[in-house]
């Protein structure tokens, strides 16, 4: 009887650890998931401030602004039904420029603009990330036509 | 001409496969000869992928652009030796290379299976041409690398330049051979359930086989790594991405599984364990190459998305994975399978250290996959971010090394006394807690990061090195301990590689900065000042060069001209990092772009002991093929016992 209560009590004792370990598992998981959203499904509210998530679009011809003494830059990105500003300090990546997909990191301040911790171009220049192409508006077709016309412009 | 021979031999390989599959369960029938049709066909697929692989070598180096694949990822300005690699840069060549590389360990395994019984060597093999036969009619299929173009483009698009480099030559083919390699492993699982019985000896035949691969995966994710490091710009070696992860969770896998097979090997323990986790290893790969392959992934290896390659793939590895487990299922509980043991003993440690791994290996595949899986549903978009990693995969980790440098003293020593191997434990224990206590005191940062990786990494270090030193004067003769070397190295790898990545991951600098010319920056003891900036022409890019003159402690040390360049014929940019390769340090500048009339932004981080990551690969690598080569005289393998 002694030796049954005992092993009640170890069983018992492993269950409760293995539970807080689960716990804190999902917990640190669900704490770095990462939303993401196109300029057109941000809506009031939805995260809270601060809330870091994961935007992305194309950037908007003639947006870049580019200031003259720091790293900063502004730009916009659209999905083609709606446009949000962006403002990041620091470099961008190689393959960043107007018209082409990007997919961003950071924060959205109650002043509208979405402030970036991290931007990514894709490693290719003919490559539109999946998440931005399914959000964008229009279809394919037209896509193709409006870069390449920015190519031309360029 | 070269092209259409490299198709037919495509196709002949493909038939050969066919012909292979077929001998066991219908040509045994029809003839007595079907053992020699098996074991011949076997080996003739490995030179029929080799040539058909020439073939696509020599359309490349001759600019066949009428091939679709050539032209797309080819120039005639390109270099000779990357129209080499280019060979293996896209979709269609790697998967050649995938085929290749199966079909060489297919002939390696069709020549050493020879002291296998005949009858389980045949079906090992014709499990063998079947994976064979799967890949060639992927490539055959979908990604035929001898498609020709509807009309001749006069040149090619050129190679993506990240992929215009030494790193990528290399980085692919060990990388497949480690992949690929698991194959032998998986078949010879399938076949031992087939027969419904796992022999101690087989598990010593089946060993080398994993411990190869398992240095080549090493090898392939260390050379990504250190590809990644030079070639991105961003000066990481590690980023958590679902195509690293792809290439780690097999690694994990097959770690578990070259500790299970020992005690196997030993004990005649953990066999229904050992072949689960080997079918799990080769369906790791087969997951990796489907995530890599696929395009649902955003990363440097995802080239055209074509989702019926995505479902080729998919449905291959659901055939294959789900018949083994099934078969699994069906006939493990068939083979007798000792499973009690002591708590004390070497097997119920391996299995902490098997737990500890596959947990592992499940946290990163829900980190990667369930993002994924959210996706396929259309019910969200997220990612998993990099914290996660580090705060369920580190903590996992630390028993883990912390048992990799103890274990294998504790039961190679001949004192079994248990009270004094308690003292033994507590004073080393204390004293390796002292020096790395002290020795912290030599960087210039102190956190508790850098206290536990400092005490695995002498942990480690002093109780093998002791055991080392010791075994050596007790027999007074250094071959004592050749019989465990590559075990030793492999751990000492594992030691140096944790204290490079504490200190690289602690104690690094990392500036993103507007410079002006001739200004100067510091950075811990150097000095940076930035001179000028050059044009300059390479053979199919211009690049613009920053010069960057480089002092310690007011000396002169060196030059450093990081690049940036513009490819012509893609019009991509890319950057071309400066680095100052040192054992305790490496410098490392890009440039970022213009910003005003001669100023730029820059990257400039100093990273210590950053070297040690891949040196410590690299020990594991080596540790890997001498445990081979120490084991093969006394292999003895064979259906005698």
């Known amino acids: 009887m002694k030796k049954r209560t005992a092993r009640i009590y170890y069983i018992s004792a492993i269950l409760v650890l293995l539970s807080v370990l689960l716990f804190m598992f999902i917990k640190t998981f669900n704490d770095n998931l990462l939303f993401y959203r196109s300029p057109s499904q941000i809506t009031n509210a939805e995260f809270p401030e601060n809330y870091v998530f994961r935007v992305g679009g194309v950037v908007l011809d003639g947006s870049l602004i580019k200031s003259k003494n720091t790293m ?18 620091g470099i961008l990546p190689d393959l960043f420029r107007e018209g082409q997909g990007v997919v961003i990191r950071g924060k959205l301040a109650s002043d509208g603009i979405f402030y970036a911790e991290e931007v990514l171009a894709k490693h290719d220049e003919t490559y539109m990330p999946p998440e931005v192409l399914e959000s964008l508006k229009i279809d394919e077709t037209t896509l193709q036509k409006t870069t390449e016309s920015m190519k031309v412009y360029k | 001409m070269i092209a259409y021979i490299g198709s037919f031999l495509i196709l002949l390989a493909f038939l050969n496969a066919l012909l292979l599959i077929t001998s066991k369960p219908i040509l045994s029938k029809i003839t007595a000869d079907y053992e020699s049709i ?34 797309s990822n080819s120039n005639s300005l390109l270099p000779d030796h990357y129209k080499i690699s280019a060979t293996w840069a896209g979709h269609e060549g790697s998967m050649l290379l995938w085929c ?34 799967g890949f060639l ?13 509807i009309s001749i483009p006069v040149d090619g698009k050129d190679l993506n330049p990240l992929l215009q480099d030494f790193g990528l030559i290399v980085h692919p083919p060990m990388l497949y051979m480690g992949y690929v390699g698991l194959s032998v492993v998986f078949s010879f699982a399938v076949t031992c359930l087939l027969q419904k019985d796992f022999k101690p000896e087989w598990a010593k035949w089946i060993r080398p086989w994993a411990l190869i691969s398992w240095s080549f995966l090493t090898l392939g994710i260390a050379l990504g790594s250190w590809w990644a490091y030079y070639e991105l710009g961003w000066g990481g070696w590690w980023f958590w991405d679902p195509v690293e992860n792809a290439s780690f969770m097999p690694w994990l896998i097959t770690t578990a599984l070259i500790h299970s097979l020992i005690t196997c090997e030993q004990k005649s323990m953990f066999k229904n364990w050992t072949i689960l986790l080997s079918i799990i290893a080769f369906s790791l790969s087969l997951l990796g190459t489907f995530l890599v392959r696929s395009g649902i992934l955003t990363s440097v290896h995802s080239f055209a998305n074509d989702p019926a390659r995505g479902a080729f793939i998919l449905l291959f590895l659901a055939i294959i994975t789900g018949a083994a487990l099934i078969l699994y299922l069906r006939n493990s509980s068939q083979m007798n399978d000792k499973t009690s043991f002591t708590f004390f003993s070497k097997e119920s440690f391996f299995l902490i250290n098997n737990i500890l791994l596959v947990t592992a290996t499940f946290t990163i595949l829900l980190g990667t996959m369930y ?18 990693y580090n705060a369920v995969f580190l903590p996992l980790m630390i028993p883990l ?28 224990f204390l004293i390796i807690i002292i020096i790395s206590f002290f020795s912290i005191s030599l960087f210039d940062e102190y956190n508790l990061s850098i206290f536990i990786g400092l005490f695995l990494f002498f942990w480690i270090l002093l109780n ?49 900065i507007v410079v002006a010319v001739n200004e100067k920056l510091d950075i811990k003891n150097y000095t940076f000042q930035f001179m000028n900036i050059t044009e300059s022409e390479g053979p199919n890019y211009t690049a613009v060069i920053g010069h960057f003159k480089v002092y310690n402690n007011g000396e002169f040390l060196t030059d450093m001209y ?19 390769p040192g054992f305790t340090r490496d410098l490392y500048i890009t440039m970022g772009t213009l910003i005003d009339q001669d100023k730029w932004s820059v990257r400039i981080y100093h990273k210590p002991l950053i070297r040690l990551i891949w040196i410590g690969a690299l020990m594991m690598v080596f540790g890997g093929i001498f445990s081979v080569l120490s084991k093969r005289k006394n292999i003895n393998i064979g259906y005698s016992s």
């Open chain 1, 72 to 89: 900063n830059v502004k730009f916009t990105i659209t999905d083609y039904e709606r446009n949000l500003d962006i403002s990041y300090t």
């Open chain 2, 38 to 71: 098996i074991l011949s066909s076997s080996k003739l697929l490995f030179p029929l992928t080799l040539f058909s692989f020439i073939c696509l070598i020599f359309s490349f180096l001759l600019d066949d652009f009428s091939l679709r694949y050539v032209s």
């Open chain 2, 100 to 133: 290749l590389v199966l079909s060489f360990w297919t002939f390696l395994a069709s020549i050493y299976s020879r002291n296998l019984e005949l009858d389980f060597r045949l079906n090992f093999l014709t499990i063998m041409g079947l994976l064979n036969l």
């Open chain 2, 137 to 149: 009619a992927f490539l055959i299929f979908t990604s035929n690398p001898f498609e020709k173009n």
């Open chain 2, 371 to 388: 993002p994924l899986v959210l996706d396929i549903f259309g019910l969200e978009k997220i990612s998993v971010g990099v914290p996660y």
């Open chain 2, 401 to 428: 090394v912390f048992l990799a440098g103890y274990i294998p003293i504790l039961f190679s020593s001949s004192n079994r006394n248990l009270k004094s191997q308690a003292k033994y434990f507590f004073i080393s």
């Open chain 2, 464 to 512: 093998l090195v002791y055991e080392l030193i010791k075994k050596i004067i007790l027999t007074g003769n250094i071959k004592a301990i050749t019989q465990n070397i590559g075990m030793f190295m492999a751990h000492l790898g594992l030691a140096i590689f944790i204290l490079g990545a504490t200190m690289v991951e602690n104690s690094k600098t990392e500036k993103e």
């Open chain 2, 562 to 580: 990081p690049e940036k360049r513009l490819y012509n014929s893609s019009e991509m940019p890319m950057t071309e990092a400066g680095i100052d």
